[in-house]
């Protein structure tokens, strides 16, 4: 009896601390999500607002609204956000889907307003630069930071990606693919609207916006895969474990032109050991083939445990 009373406080105990763990992390992810959208309505009412140049999207678009009518960017973007909210109920992850994607837009539409009426007052002269190009520049990678911070907490703004993910799902066409014509059709519409040179940074803007992004969810890559072909793998596998204290994995492989048997390795360093491992190859097979590709992440043993990456690691369709 006593020991079952034991068990079942221990269980209890593990509820509890289960509980606050995913409390915590559910609050780790909102806080995160309401910065990354406070930085995405600050980029596009800083840099891209002013000077009517946008990465394709939804925000393309209001600003077209916007030029035609003078309707709220803010506004119409949750206006025309809202026939995509609906495709991505049915279509893709149902309510969990659309509470993350109301939210985020909600947000976005409360900010780009908010930020409309009081940062002209609040910046003299504005907008703080004259230069388009230098807005393209801070805009797409602002911005970018701002949707990488959305998509880590597990959120998304919306918007035509919920497009490119249906059109994926139905077609099984490459998602880079669907967003490259999805944004492309829009950019297009920009320059006929706002002219060729504003259709043009708007294409830097979609490169630059897509490379703060990944930064932003994945970090800089400071990490590198090293493999080797070689016929000495005990030598090789030996020298990287003495000078570097790194695992390798190897296999016997068989060359598609020679017919010989060799062995490849497989093993991951951090990028300061480049010069150590190309040495420590070196001196053990001189003869030996070596590639090195660079890693987003190195996750596990010898480097950042695997447990604490899982908090808002999940990336949704932007």
Known sequence: MILKLKEARRAARARSATSRSQLRKSMIRTLMMLLGTLIVALAYVLFQVP????????????LIVNHYTGFPVGTSYWVLNIPMIILGFFALERWRFVGKTLIASTLFAIFTDGFNLF????????????????????GGIVGGLGG??????????????????????RTGMPLSQVYLIDDGIIIFLLGLVFGWENALFGLMMLFLNGLASDYAL?????????????????????AIFYHLHRGVSYWEVIGGYSGERRY???????????????DAIGSADPDAFVTIGISHQALGAGFVPLKAQKKGQEKAAG
């Open 264 to 278: 490849m390795l497989l093993t991951t360093i951090y990028r300061s050991q480049l010069t150590e491992v190309k």
């Open 119 to 138: 940062l002209p007052d609040l910046f003299s002269p504005y907008p703080i630069t004259d230069n388009i190009l230098l807005a393209t520049i801070y």
């Open 51 to 62: 000077f009517n140049i946008a990465a394709g999207g939804i925000g393309g678009i209001a």
């Open 148 to 169: 990488g911070l959305i998509y880590r907490a597990g959120g998304t703004m919306g918007g035509t990606g919920v497009l490119a993910r249906v059109v994926q799902k």
């Open 218 to 238: 994945e970090g800089a890559s400071n990490t590198r895969t090293v493999t080797i072909v070689t016929k000495h793998p005990q030598e090789v596998k030996e």
